[in-house]
Structure formats: structure tokens, C-alpha cells
């Protein structure tokens, strides 16, 4: 139940955090001549995963095969 009772909570608060920022964005579109730009208003989103390089990406294909049980062959 305390559980239950905690989760609950977490997203009421969640709910509450959307709604005041819905309020903000609403409120900056009614009294701008124009509204923000969607990156403006949600910054998270437009952030690009960053570029890997060819050593990272190995390394990623060596963990994955390695997990699945592979073999590694010379």
C-alpha cells in the first residue's frame, strides 16, 4: 500500500510539474506577438544524440556480440 501510495504521488507531482509548464508556454503564446519555437519550448527534445565514433561503435558491436554469446574471431 505505501508503495502504491508513493507512486501515485510521484504522478500527481508529474501532473502538476506538466501543467504549470503547459500554463507557461500558453501564457508566453498569448501575450507574444509570436510563440516560441518548439525547440525553445521543449529544449530536451531537440537535443541530437552526439556522433559516435568508429572505436565507440566497435566497442558497442564487441559488447552486444559478447552478451549474446558470440565468438570473436581473428
Known sequence: MRAQGERIRAEQKAVRGNLYSLSVLIRAMVWACHPPSYETA?????????????????????????????????
Not at 45 to 68: F, G, H, V
Open 42 to 74: 521543449f529544449p530536451d527534445d531537440a537535443e541530437k544524440p552526439k556522433d559516435m565514433t568508429d572505436d565507440e561503435i566497435y566497442a558497442t558491436i564487441r559488447a552486444l556480440n559478447a552478451a549474446m554469446g558470440g565468438k570473436e574471431v581473428d
